[in-house]
């Protein structure tokens, strides 16, 4: 296996560190043999034969293995699994032809009172944008005498679906500021200045910004943005409470775990294309036939 990137968290110098490859081998298949934990794995190593082969007489101890996971494998555990399968693959201990496939909802480590919802963000949105209208339309009417623009168009041009962004604010603001010192008495124009500088442009800014967090999704975590609130399985016992999540699609074949995919959308239906192009990309080929669970198709066929 290449290691090269593990090898390259090592800075030199310093007290001698146990070797990585026998790291990686004891990490490796303490996971085959269902040991995950770090105190575990090192009880082993000193405990089992198994091990204190693979481990060379080494002794790392728990905090050791933990560095090592935490830190050296950072950013490389997905190239170690996908390393370990075509090895499995490669000696036939694993035929690519049933492939089962099934997800489960795993709870964010996030405040399930962080909520952001996308149809509040475009109500408020809307009601900022329907402010902001009446504030330019009085402008409008201040200085009805003056030919100003406002963006890219002309205040007339602002319909009723017309949307106005930040730039534009932005842009209309630096526009009544110069204007403003050189009317510095203008009580009405210094009002609609303050109001778009400390009221509707940080407001659209920020309903700009959760727009763009949430992209296709129906909500995200203040506290964790790439988590979907979604019904749990315990929920229906508790009134149907939303929680921050992610959908984790799980895909076996002969008792191992070839793939998974982690998700952001609730609905396993959905995932089931995704998660096979990350399979195909992960491995080149495909299985023979997908059984799906639940809400998936019950058995299928996968074009290679």
Not at 158 to 166: A, C, K
Not at 210 to 232: C, H, V
């Amino acid at each position: 296996m290449n290691i090269d990137k593990i090898l390259a968290t090592y800075k030199g110098g310093g007290t001698s560190s146990f070797h990585p490859r026998m790291m990686l081998k004891v990490i490796v298949y303490g996971y085959t043999q269902k040991i995950y934990t770090n105190r575990r794995i090192a009880k082993a190593i000193r405990e089992q034969i198994p091990f204190m082969w693979l481990s060379g007489g080494n002794r790392p101890d728990f905090r050791t293995i933990a560095h090592f996971r935490s830190s050296r494998l950072k950013g490389t555990i997905e190239e170690v699994f996908t390393s370990v399968m075509k090895l499995l693959l490669e000696s036939n201990l694993v035929r690519l032809e049933d492939y089962y496939l099934d997800g489960t909802k795993l709870e964010a480590n996030a405040s399930r009172y962080s909520y952001v919802w996308k149809k509040s963000v475009n109500r408020y949105e809307a009601g900022l944008q329907a402010k902001l209208k009446v504030l330019l339309k009085e402008i409008d009417r201040q200085n009805k005498s003056e030919d100003l623009e406002y963006g890219d168009r002309d205040l007339e041009e602002l319909g009723e679906d017309s949307h106005v962004s930040s730039d534009q604010i932005e842009k209309l603001l630096t526009e009544l500021e110069e204007k403003l010192s050189l009317r510095p008495k203008d009580k009405n124009l210094k009002k609609s200045v303050k109001v778009l500088k400390k009221d509707i442009l940080p407001r659209q800014q920020k309903y700009e910004k959760q727009r763009e967090i949430l992209g296709d999704r129906t909500s995200y975590s203040k506290t964790d943005p790439d988590a979907t609130f979604m019904r749990m399985k315990e929920d229906h016992l508790k009134n149907g409470q939303l929680k921050p999540g992610y959908n984790i699609q799980i895909g076996v074949t002969d008792q191992f775990i070839l793939h998974y995919s982690i998700h952001q959308s609730a609905g396993d239906a959905s995932l089931l294309k995704p998660h096979i192009e990350g399979l195909r990309e992960r491995y080149v080929f495909l299985p023979d036939r997908v059984i799906g669970i639940r809400s998936f198709c019950k058995v299928s066929r996968v074009s290679s």
